[in-house]
């Protein structure tokens, strides 16, 4: 069964200071992964998503996302941290194939110290 | 980008009624519609698959009697808590696909109604 795995329940970076939120899947074939960014008491807004082609996937934000299938990992990163980032952050991927319900990972807390 | 509204945003019942929470997509129409549960500081669990004009398909686990799932149209799918409980207090987030998302995998999140049960 697919599953999402995000190793770091909480994080903390001091703004300015570049930012990695670690992402393991598992997945019988090509995955469709996303990642979202949760505010306090919100919905989930879509920051990114890989399905195939380069493996480097620019979102919105100045986020980033590097598919490697041989981790089987999907880290997010951003070079420089701003303290409106601070949110929760969650991982995805696709059931079986892109459109269909996501399974989530349990979350990355991020928050920004000054 | 296309948006999906959730209402109420919040609510608060008294243990035994029964609560109903609408999703709609307001500039698109959605064929399939998804329903999650995400309680504190946890993640989305999915509850069920909705798709216009048939019935939801349920996780394992998730009650469908006392969770009831309604997609009568393209832009609304309603989900029901009947005779809730104060197990039942969480997030309940929708998310819809629409008709030309083909395989993009493009999914719209609401922005979630959190219910309250004392």
């Known amino acids: 069964a697919q599953s999402v795995t995000q190793p770091d329940i909480h994080i903390t970076v001091s703004e300015g200071a570049s930012l990695e939120l670690r992402c393991n899947y598992s997945?019988?074939?090509?995955?469709?992964l996303f990642w979202y960014v949760q505010s306090p008491g919100q919905g989930l807004q879509l920051l990114l998503k890989y399905f195939s082609g380069d493996t480097l996937v620019q979102g919105i934000k100045g986020f980033e996302a590097e598919f490697k299938r041989s981790q089987s990992s999907f880290n997010l990163r951003k070079p420089s941290v701003h303290w409106s980032d601070a949110a929760e952050y969650f991982c995805a991927v696709a059931r079986n194939q892109a459109g269909t319900a996501l399974i989530f990972g349990k979350g990355t807390t991020l928050s920004v110290s000054s | 980008g296309a948006v999906v509204s959730q209402h109420p945003s919040w609510v608060i019942c008294k243990s035994g009624t029964s609560v109903k929470i609408e999703c709609r997509s307001l500039?698109?129409?959605?064929?399939?519609m998804f329903w999650y549960r995400q309680f504190p500081k946890q993640s989305l669990m999915l509850m069920a698959t909705s798709n216009e004009g048939s019935k939801a398909t349920y996780e394992q686990g998730v009650e469908k009697d006392k969770f009831l799932i309604n997609h009568a149209s393209l832009t609304l799918s309603t989900l029901t808590v009947t005779s809730a409980h104060p197990e039942d207090s969480s997030f309940y987030i929708c998310?819809?696909?629409?008709?030309?998302?083909?395989?993009?995998?493009?999914?719209?999140f609401g922005e979630g109604s959190r219910l309250t049960v004392l």
């Open positions: 997945y019988g074939a090509t995955p469709y």
């Open positions: 998310s819809a696909r629409g008709l030309a998302g083909g395989n993009t995998g493009e999914l719209f």
């Open positions: 500039d698109f129409q959605a064929t399939t």
